[in-house]
């Protein structure tokens, strides 16, 4: 088994930042692609940023030059640097991973249970 927590996710007020944090624990043999996405109110969850073993990331557009993505992979973490947050930031945050739990597995996604932010004008 894996499991991935996150952390980091509170209420700011518009024009603030948060750090968004997640590591995955457990049984782990590797992580490829780290990812995190997100779910407002009302709407489907869609892809914020992720982030590939060798460093190359891709972003939303809506977050692009304000969200920064970044991993640990000695640590089996990934991070979301959030600046300049708006009342449209406001969602609940996930972290995805896709790996291994074995040499004998095959590649899975894998899930955390979501941090809220909050932004508030």
């Known amino acids: 088994q894996m499991q991935l927590v996150e952390s980091g996710g509170g209420l700011v007020q518009t024009g603030e930042s948060l750090r968004l944090s997640c590591a995955a624990s457990?049984?782990?043999?590797?992580?490829?692609?780290l990812g995190w996405y997100r779910q407002a109110p009302g709407l489907q969850r869609e892809h914020v940023a992720s982030?590939?073993?060798?460093?190359?990331?891709n972003y939303a557009s809506s977050v692009k030059g304000r969200f920064t993505i970044s991993r640990d992979s000695a640590k089996n973490a990934v991070y979301l640097e959030m600046n300049s947050l708006k009342p449209e930031d406001t969602a609940v945050y996930y972290c995805?991973?896709?790996?291994?739990?074995?040499?004998?597995?095959?590649?899975?996604?894998?899930w955390g249970k979501g941090t809220q932010v909050t932004v508030s004008s």
């Open positions: 995805k991973a896709e790996g291994r739990t074995s040499v004998w597995d095959v590649v899975r996604d894998y």
């Open positions: 982030i590939r073993t060798g460093g190359s990331t």
């Open positions: 457990g049984r782990v043999f590797s992580i490829d692609t």
